[in-house]
């Protein structure tokens, strides 16, 4: 008697499941609200820096002396600034600096760790190289080092991703190295190894797609700490340098006048806020959706 499996083409077993695996991922993606509140919100400040400066009616650099440290009202919504700026309009085009600096460090510090992370985890006597001086980075604070390269290279915004690339590569490229270590030595590696595969075709091919998984939560979590970084790196001025517009320099001027415009620290304190909170929380609904087993094992745990 025949199955039902030999009386089913194979075309069509194949088709079945890969409609069924992708009714399983919008179900796990369904009920993953770290995940979707996170990516929501980042969504909507996207957007914001990308169509926001079509809705607005003043430019980010006019001034206005008269209208200087208005408090939020009709005519401008989240007041002036010092220069009578409206406050608004500057959030606004400070978004498309700092959430683009985030953006690029992020990619770019996810390449330049990817290739470190796999060389090293492949190739002994590199390992050896490589990871003592990612070693020596990391054993410098962060933004000490930040503040360093700035001080050695001038203001401005490919500086600031230059230094914050070098700061946060080798974060990733240990990440990469950890992941890549335990895949090497897997069985088909050894078998790839054996049929005369190159070096080259192993590395990319069959090691570095089982490091995507872990390199793209860490990528978000990198992204939302070059967003606070250059913020940083902008209220100490050795960042974005003024009069353009980012959160870290909004927030430098309104140190100043603190007391009598509250508003001018509170709205981009709050928009930086918001930001990194939402990176956090696509992060760790990504880690949660990449790999379901880890959070199953943190409740049993």
Not at 10 to 35: F, H, P
Not at 193 to 210: D, K, M
Not at 250 to 261: D, E, H, M, R
Request: net charge positive; with cysteine; aromatic share 8%.
């Amino acid at each position: 008697m025949r199955t039902l499996v030999e009386k089913e083409p194979m075309a069509d077993i194949r088709k079945r499941l890969r409609k069924e695996q992708r009714s399983l991922r919008y179900r796990r993606l369904r009920i993953n609200y770290g995940l979707l509140v996170g990516g929501s919100i980042l969504l909507i400040l996207l957007l914001l820096a990308l169509i926001g400066p079509l809705f607005t009616a003043y430019g980010p650099y006019e001034m206005k002396i008269v209208d200087r440290l208005l408090p939020p009202g009709a005519q401008h919504l989240l007041g002036t600034d010092e220069f009578g700026r409206d406050l608004l309009t500057r959030i606004i085009y400070g978004a498309r600096v700092s959430i683009s600096v985030g953006l690029i460090v992020s990619l770019l510090s996810s390449i330049f760790g990817l290739i470190i992370g796999l060389y090293a985890s492949y190739y002994k006597t590199l390992d050896h190289i490589l990871m003592r001086i990612c070693d020596g980075l990391i054993a410098i604070p962060g933004i000490l080092l930040a503040i360093a390269l700035m001080a050695a290279l001038g203001a401005s915004a490919f500086n600031v991703i230059f230094a914050l690339t070098i700061v946060f590569t080798p974060n990733i490229a240990r990440v990469v190295r950890s992941t890549a270590l335990v895949v090497r030595e897997q069985t088909y590696i050894e078998a790839m190894h054996a049929q005369g595969a190159s070096n080259s075709r192993i590395i990319w091919r069959h090691i570095a797609p089982n490091t995507l998984s872990p390199l793209l939560v860490q990528a978000t979590f990198v992204f939302a700490e070059a967003i606070i970084s250059e913020a940083a790196l902008s209220f100490l001025g050795a960042g974005i340098p003024a009069p353009e517009a980012s959160w870290g320099n909004i927030l430098q001027a309104g140190k100043l006048v603190i007391y009598k415009a509250w508003w001018m620290v509170v709205f981009p304190g709050a928009t930086i806020i918001l930001s990194v909170l939402s990176l956090n929380i696509l992060g760790d609904g990504l880690r949660d959706f990449l790999d379901p087993h880890l959070k199953h094992k943190q409740k049993k745990s």
